[in-house]
């Protein structure tokens, strides 16, 4: 089987759109999705509706759990907080519903997904010393997360006391070794920040036991456009095109 892995997709319907087209190019039988489908962007019912399409497993990032939780943005930067609560007002009730039923974690396949980390959504996860709370917290072999919107994976060794930590912000291949335990970011769909403004998904093949990540191009001023159009903030806009 080969598993179209999906994160951060943040109400960016060019991108997703565009990596649903490569996914498809890939020959994905089924889809995981690591959460954070709304936020910051300016097509959250769209992305929702396309994402409960798919033939997908998901559970909750945290601006998919503010989107429908008054008092969740609190802990947002103040764009953030802002884009949220125009999600807020826009979303539709059967969309409110699908982010409100998203569980935080979910075992799939030998596989782990989560948004943050295993133990906590909210978590950013950018140290090996990050990496061992989800690696010491998961049964599975692979784990995957998003949330830093970085492209990047973490080894953990037999008897090692921290993980290895290879960034892929270019994209690149994993092959897994039995016996070692991988926490993945396929990096983010909708708005990278690892200096790279291509959109990132990744494949996990179970039967050849690699997991490759791919960058792709979208139409960003696309994007950037709409975003200003309903009048989200610029700066939410602009870093699109930096990859920040
Ligand atoms: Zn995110």
Known sequence: MRYGIISDIHANLPALERALEELDKLSV??????GDIVGYGAWPNECCRI?????CLCVRGNHDEAAVTVGKERWFTSGARACIVWTREVLTAANSAFLRMLPPVREVVGVTICHGSVPDQDFYTTTPEDAMLSLRATKTALTFIGHTHYAEWYALRPGARLPAHVPL???????LQAGVKYLIN????????DGNPLGSVAVYDSDKQVVQIHRFEYDI?????KMREVGLPAPMADRLSLGI
């Open 29 to 34: 039988d089924f889809y995981l999705c690591l």
């Open 51 to 55: 994402v409960q399409q798919l033939k």
């Open 169 to 175: 912000p270019q994209g690149g291949r994993v092959e």
């Open 186 to 193: 396929p990096g983010s769909v909708g708005q990278p920040r």
């Open 221 to 225: 001023e696309r994007t950037q456009q």
